[in-house]
């Protein structure tokens, strides 16, 4: 029992260090947007001051917070430290939030406005930014969240249960992953929206609505379609969401507007659909799929047997 506590002592000790240390990164990292980015142009007037909050969001209060952990960890208060910076978390959230508009207002203001623009290029020829671009700094609160995460699960795992700080690590573990989950559930949604939209102005006309809430892209790609009578095999592009199966084929290589647009051929409701593997279970060559609707059933190829599997598995997923 001495050994494990000594043995998990030391490994605390050495990650409580790191976190000591990259919290001290971190920090001169937020220092460099504040000082010669927020504070001087809050100054000189160049932005509006709702442009810069825009572009800038709750940096400073990040700031705060984590000078005052720093200053915790210093002197060895983890506990009352993991307290005051939990009330602190979910300014990470708010952060991630406002991200992407922040970046589209900070090109919007490299465009339009002149002062601004040779302004951020003179800061950023600065010896201190090491070549680093203000874009480059604006993601640092939530990368380092992602590394708060991996810092405070460690601690846990090498505090002992019956210590007092015991409950407050495992309830900062606790928070640390919910607004992680809230910043990873953002990205998502906002990723999502972008295959969404590129897959709308990949068709033609507007006749397909592939822009509705709730959906979800899961993949597309290339099929072969098995006619009832014999004719010739059909290659296909297939869209899959959440809820839908799009087939498409390409337009006419020689159409003025859509010659590299793809014309929707047939949309399938998943909700009373069933899918099956004809062939395609032993290693051989290619595989078969066949996707039952009420008024139709639709059999998919391919001669590759790794792409028929990883169709088989979403399919089965999205109808589930």
């Known amino acids: 029992v001495e050994d494990q506590r000594a043995r998990w002592e030391r490994k605390r000790n050495r990650t409580a260090k790191e976190l000591l240390e990259t919290e001290h990164k971190y920090l001169e990292q937020l220092d ?4 010669y980015f927020v504070t001087i142009l ?8 709702a442009v810069l ?10 700031y705060s917070a984590s000078h005052v952990l720093s200053l915790h960890l210093e002197k060895g208060n983890l506990g009352p430290g993991l307290e005051n910076f939990c009330q602190s978390l979910d300014l990470y959230g708010h952060y991630a939030e406002n991200l992407e508009h922040a970046n589209k207002t900070l090109k919007e203001q490299v465009r339009k406005n002149k002062s601004f623009r040779r302004f951020k290029k003179l800061q950023e020829t600065r010896p201190q930014f090491q070549g680093r671009e203000l874009e480059d700094l604006l993601p640092l609160p939530l990368q380092r969240l992602h590394q708060y995460k991996h810092f405070f699960r460690d601690l846990l795992e090498n505090t002992s249960p019956d210590s007092a700080e015991y409950q407050k690590l495992a309830k900062t573990v606790k928070s640390v992953c919910e607004v992680s989950h809230w910043v990873q559930d953002i990205f998502d949604k906002r990723e999502n929206s972008l295959q969404l939209l590129r897959v709308q102005k990949l068709l033609k006309g ?7 809430p709730g959906r979800w892209y899961i993949r597309e790609g290339w099929l072969l379609v098995v006619p009832a009578k014999g004719e010739e095999l059909k290659r296909r592009m297939f869209f899959l969401f959440s809820d839908i199966l799009i087939a498409a084929k390409p337009c006419h290589p020689l159409h003025l507007l ?19 593997k004809v062939f395609g279970h032993t290693w051989s060559q290619g595989g078969l799929l066949s996707l039952s609707f009420p008024h139709k059933t639709l059999l998919l190829m391919s001669s ?7 169709w088989y598995r979403s399919l089965t997923a999205a109808v589930r």
């Open 304 to 310: 590759n047997q790794q792409e028929i599997n990883d």
């Open 42 to 49: 809050k100054a000189k007037g160049t932005l509006k001051p």
């Open 53 to 62: 909050e825009t572009i800038f969001g709750p940096l400073e209060s990040l």
């Open 32 to 35: 460099l947007v504040l000082t």
């Open 258 to 276: 859509n010659s590299n647009k793809l014309s929707c051929q047939a949309v399938y409701p998943l909700h009373q659909c069933s899918v099956d």
């Open 206 to 212: 507007q006749k397909t609505q592939v822009l509705t």
